[in-house]
DNA sequence: CACATACGATACGGATCCGTTCCGTATCGT
DNA sequence: ACGATACGGAACGGATCCGTATCGTATGTG
């Protein structure tokens, strides 16, 4: 996948090393400029080498081209998986669908929506897309699955598509900024709720 | 908004009148070029003249840059409003569900999420993307309310909640492709259910 | 017919970016 | 010290696109 071999186990290497704060340096450089709105197309080697302060020799020293580094640069943001608690069932569903579209980088958040046209027509992009996710997903999934074997949930529940409901309004909110009238704070406990308790009179 | 005044009221024209055939070859090239995969700014006057069998000029003569041009372009994406039958909520919800990012114009699915960053970086942008479904939005509040008055629906829903609940899952399945497990030709059906019943076991 | 304007086509200068190549310098192993 | 490699910086040729201008031609009005 990458061309990154510089930090790699290397026992013998004749001349200078790679240095590791051009590494650092051009990834977050990447992610910077991706944050502040640029979208994947825009985004140029040259600004990037730039904003690094770098030279534009040391990027293709590294990586092939702008693919081979966005993927790189975008497996950074993957951060870590949220910690259900493992005592109430809604309070752990409240957890991981705050934690929707959220990450320890916060630019995370930003970046996400120029991401989607890309998602869409590079395999590749697609596929580190579900990397990211689906432990998420695999995350609630058991957090579901304990609801149902302790009784909280009804037995025949639809996993897949009760994960969408949780998960939908979170991302359309935060990415697309779908309704001006949701509260994006209070908008996990709501969800999380009405999917709980449903909406039917009775 | 639009600098398109060749069709207007115009009593008078001394010279040729401009092309109608032009107008439409333009948008509709527009059009494809999104639909086919490009986006917003990899999305070049000089393609859309091409394949439009046009001369730049003759875009420049009506639009004042991408920008406008497009804004009008993606207006004749809006499509017609889908119609409840009234008779039965979960059926006319399942409808309108089901109508979450579609249109009469089959190339609209493919264009949405090329525009998910511009929505988000341009006022212009976000004002028509809320033009175009504010109406649909409202059309779902009425068919929410009604289900209250009918007292099918509990009187304290949230209505503004409920309708994320219904959109969001559809939205990120048709945009994002979410998950590969969830089948877009049923989703609507399941997603109403699930939200007018619950899940929990009662 | 004369006039005004639009048409498609083509060319232009300017800008941006690509990926490569070359500087002179810095930093490693031997 | 010396060879090897990396560094930041600068320049390169080629490509693409912008927005404008200018062809000769087509199509309207009076």
Sequence with gaps: MSDMRSTADAPRS?????????DEAIIEATLDLLAEGSTIEALSIEAIATRAGVGKATIYRRWAGKDALLLDALRRLKGVLPQPAGHSIRDDLVLLVGAVGQNVDPRAAKIMPCLVPAVNRSPDQYQLYQNIISPRRQLMREV?????????????????VTMALLTGPMLIQRVLQWSPDLNEVNLPERVVDAVLEGIRAR
């Design 14 to 22: 004749p001349g200078r090393p790679r240095s590791l704060r051009a």
């Design 144 to 160: 579901l699955r304990r609801g149902i074997d302790e009784g909280v949930l009804r037995a025949d529940t639809d996993l897949e």
